[in-house]
C-alpha cells in the first residue's frame, strides 16, 4: 500500500469509530471462517462485538508479547483496523507473518495469519493500486491456507479478482494446488445447494463485507456500501429476476 493511502486509511480509522469496526467485522469475517460459512452479518457483528468485549486490548498485548498465537491474531486485527488500538498495520503485518511462519503454532492460528496477511495485501486493489498488488505472494498465502485446512471468504474474493482482471506475467495461478482443491470442493457445495454463492452477479464480486445475499432485503442492505466497488456503473441498484436468483 502506498504512503499516501494507507495514511488515508488510517485517518479513517482513526476518525470514525464505527469504520473501523466496520473493517474489524470485514476482515475477521474474511480472514478467520471458511467461505461455506452461512451465518449472517448480524451473527458477525454480535460476535465481533463479544470479542472486543471479552479482551482488553492491553491483555491481547501481553498476551502477543509472550508469542501466544490467539493473542497474536487478535492485537493484529486491532491494530490492523484501529479498533480499540492506535493504527499499526506494519506491527499488525509483523505480528502476522509470525505466526504464519513459525511451525511450533498450530495450523489453524498459521491458516488465519496467512488469511489476515493476504487481506492486507489486497488493500492495494481497494485503493486502485493494481501495480503494487503482489498478486503471486496473496496466491501463496492463499494456498498455504488452504494447505492447512481453512478455505476463507479472503480466499474465495482472491479467486473472483484472478478470475476478472488476470493475473501478473510469470507465474500461474494454476500452480496453487491446495487453494484450487479447496475451491473445487466449495465449488461442488455450491452445486450441492449446501451453499449459496455470496456473489455479486454484475461484478462477481463479494459483497462490501458480511452480508450473505439471500434475497432482495439483504441486497438493499449491502448496496450502499457495494456500490463503492461494483462496476456495474451508473449508481443505479441492479435489478433482480427473483428474490433469490442474480443477486444485483
Not at 509483523?94 to 496467512?114: C, G, Y
Not at 492495494?124 to 478455505?151: H, N, P, Q, T
Not at 466449495?186 to 439471500?214: D, M
Amino acid at each position: 500500500m502506498t504512503a499516501y493511502s494507507q495514511e488515508l486509511l488510517k485517518k479513517s480509522c482513526e476518525d470514525d469509530t464505527k469504520f473501523a469496526f466496520d473493517q474489524y467485522v470485514s476482515i475477521y469475517h474474511a480472514c478467520f471462517k471458511p467461505a461455506a460459512s452461512s451465518s449472517s452479518r448480524r451473527h458477525y457483528t454480535k460476535e465481533c462485538t463479544e470479542r472486543l468485549d471479552r479482551w482488553t486490548t492491553a491483555r491481547l498485548r501481553a498476551g502477543a508479547s509472550n508469542e501466544r498465537p490467539d493473542d497474536m491474531l487478535e492485537y493484529g486485527l486491532r491494530l490492523a483496523t484501529g479498533t480499540r488500538a492506535q493504527f499499526n498495520e506494519t506491527t499488525a503485518l509483523t505480528l502476522f507473518l509470525k505466526v504464519m511462519q513459525d511451525p511450533v503454532h498450530p495450523e489453524n492460528a498459521r491458516a488465519i495469519a496467512a488469511n489476515l496477511t493476504c487481506t492486507l495485501l489486497k488493500r492495494d486493489i481497494r485503493v486502485d493500486a493494481k501495480d503494487e498488488f503482489d498478486g503471486a505472494r496473496a496466491f501463496c498465502l492463499a494456498d498455504l491456507s488452504a494447505m492447512y485446512g481453512l478455505f476463507a471468504w479472503c480466499s474465495l474474493d482472491l479467486i473472483q479478482i484472478y478470475k476478472r482482471r488476470g493475473h501478473p506475467p510469470g507465474w500461474k495461478a494454476e500452480s496453487f494446488t491446495h487453494l484450487w482443491k479447496a475451491y473445487d470442493a466449495y465449488q461442488a457445495e455450491i452445486a450441492s445447494g449446501r451453499v449459496r454463492p455470496p456473489f455479486c452477479a454484475v461484478c462477481a464480486t463479494l459483497p462490501s463485507a458480511t452480508v450473505r445475499l439471500r434475497n432482495r432485503a439483504c441486497q438493499k442492505e449491502d448496496w450502499p456500501e457495494h456500490r463503492k466497488w461494483c462496476i456495474s456503473d451508473g449508481g443505479e441498484e441492479p435489478t433482480m429476476d427473483s428474490d433469490h436468483d442474480d443477486l444485483y
